[in-house]
């Protein structure tokens, strides 16, 4: 298992970096958020990397984090969600993005990622929910203007960030979650789903 390539970049290409490490040059497939945050031609770089091993081919896949690469593991246990489905939803939305809607069970959105139907959205909310936890949907840091906790339970706040990383903007999201009826008794995933649904409209 190649766990890591550190190495000095070499070439880009449409879906891939070439990494030179050890004197040997590896094709590392990459999502777009990968292919386009990757430094100057010349500069070293570490990706944190999957080997696919196939009766048809192997592929080695990269990414910026540990976290990502071992979702992308998790994304290609799903029923019928190969590794190169799994690449294409990983450059349509972020890691973060993607654990909050599958938690908040979005799967129309979750369908706007190429090579997804309804029943492929379907299936991986299904498979991996139980398997994702709130905190995972939420950004190492999120800058706000004021604090995200004040007045909130920590189940509030946890909702409130998730719905940051996905976008929203801090009143409108602080304001779906102070109208939740009963919010105090809800946990995070039911204040982040209820909020969505509300959100929506």
Do not use: W
């Not at 080695?60 to 690449?87: H, N, W, Y």
């Not at 959105?109 to 991986?124: D, H, M, N, T, V």
């Amino acid at each position: 298992m190649i766990r890591f390539v550190h190495g000095i970049l070499r070439e880009k290409k449409e879906d891939s970096l070439i990494i030179e490490a050890g004197g040997l040059g590896y094709g590392v497939r990459v999502p777009i958020s990968v292919l386009s945050e990757a430094p100057p031609i010349g500069e070293e770089l570490l990706l944190h990397t999957y080997f696919s091993v196939r009766e048809d081919g192997q592929d080695l896949f990269g990414f910026f984090t540990e976290k990502d690469r071992d979702f992308f593991m998790q994304l290609i246990s799903v029923s019928g969600i190969g590794a190169k489905t799994a690449l294409g939803i990983l450059s349509c939305f972020r890691r973060e993005e993607l654990i909050a809607l599958i938690l908040s069970a979005d799967s129309k959105r979750i369908q706007k990622a190429p090579g997804l139907g309804k029943k492929s959205a379907e299936r991986l909310i299904l498979e991996l929910k139980d398997k994702l936890q709130i905190e995972d949907a939420l950004p190492g840091a999120v800058e706000t203007e004021e604090p995200l906790s004040g007045g909130f339970s920590e189940a509030m706040q946890e909702a409130m960030e998730a719905l940051l990383s996905l976008g929203y903007k801090q009143g409108e999201a602080r304001t779906a979650i102070v109208k939740l009826p009963n919010v105090e008794e809800m946990n995070a995933e039911e204040i982040l789903r209820s909020a969505l649904r509300k959100l929506a409209f």
